[in-house]
């Protein structure tokens, strides 16, 4: 069964550092998302991605963050100056169609531990 | 910008006993989807509501739509210690799904 992988599982890095999440979205899906999760809360919009542009991106994706596809298959997230606030989990997903048509398949999520 | 509120947000039951979760908005909704998260997990989809009354039934889960489409409701009837996990509702567009707090069920066996 097709499904929406993610690198690292598991990633440990100092306050300020660059840190690049990895997606590789299930190929027939057309639009991209990423979520994250802080431990023991909600799972929170991030952004979306479809035509090869941001097609959306909540309050929380501010100028330390931006997504790139840059070959047909990679889908990453990069947050150019990490803070301690940013550890949480990161899910990418993917979907055939819009958000409100049909289903989000996530990844298993990227592990960002800033100390 | 768009909310959902969920409740309750824990809910602790034993096993056998049933459970329901209640999805609200403000404001008339497009569609609804429910997701599940295991612990330690991601979400997976369980379902999306798109009719006013809509009901929809998967084993022993029933998923309701409200007539007003600003509510909805998820009930697990005879809970198994395999329905553990978080389960979340989500509205939005075409762009972006936005998620309420979820409700956590832990099952006593």
């Known amino acids: 069964e097709p499904e929406v992988t993610q690198t690292p599982s598991h990633q440990v890095t100092q306050m300020g550092q660059e840190v690049i999440l990895r997606c590789v979205p299930i190929?027939?899906?057309?639009?991209f998302y990423w979520y994250r999760q802080i431990l023991g809360q909600k799972v929170e919009f991030l952004v979306s991605?479809?035509?090869?542009?941001?097609?959306?991106k909540s309050e929380i994706f501010d100028d330390q963050f931006s997504v790139e596809r840059p070959d047909g298959s990679n889908f990453t997230l990069k947050i150019r100056s990490t803070k301690l606030e940013d550890s949480a989990m990161y899910f990418c997903?993917?979907?055939?169609?819009?958000?409100?048509?049909?289903?989000?398949?996530f990844g298993e999520g990227s592990r960002l531990t800033v100390l | 910008g768009q909310q959902v509120m969920q409740i309750p947000q824990y809910q602790h039951v034993q096993e056998g006993e049933d459970f329901t979760t209640y999805c609200n908005s403000s404001?008339?909704?497009?569609?609804i989807q429910w997701y599940k998260q295991r612990p330690g997990g991601h979400p997976v989809f369980l379902i999306q509501?798109?009719?006013s009354g809509e009901v929809k039934k998967q084993k022993r889960l029933t998923f309701q739509f409200g007539e007003a489409k600003k509510n909805s409701s998820l009930h697990i009837t005879a809970t198994q210690t395999t329905d553990v996990g978080t389960y979340f509702c989500?509205?939005?567009?075409?762009?972006?799904?936005?998620w309420g707090l979820g409700t956590s069920l832990a099952v006593n066996p």
């Open positions: 991605f479809y035509n090869n542009e941001i097609s959306e």
């Open positions: 404001t008339t909704l497009s569609n």
């Open positions: 509501l798109v009719k």
């Open positions: 997903a993917s979907s055939v169609q819009g958000a409100d048509t049909g289903e989000l398949f």
């Open positions: 989500g509205a939005g567009n075409n762009r972006k799904l936005i």
């Open positions: 190929s027939n899906h057309l639009y």
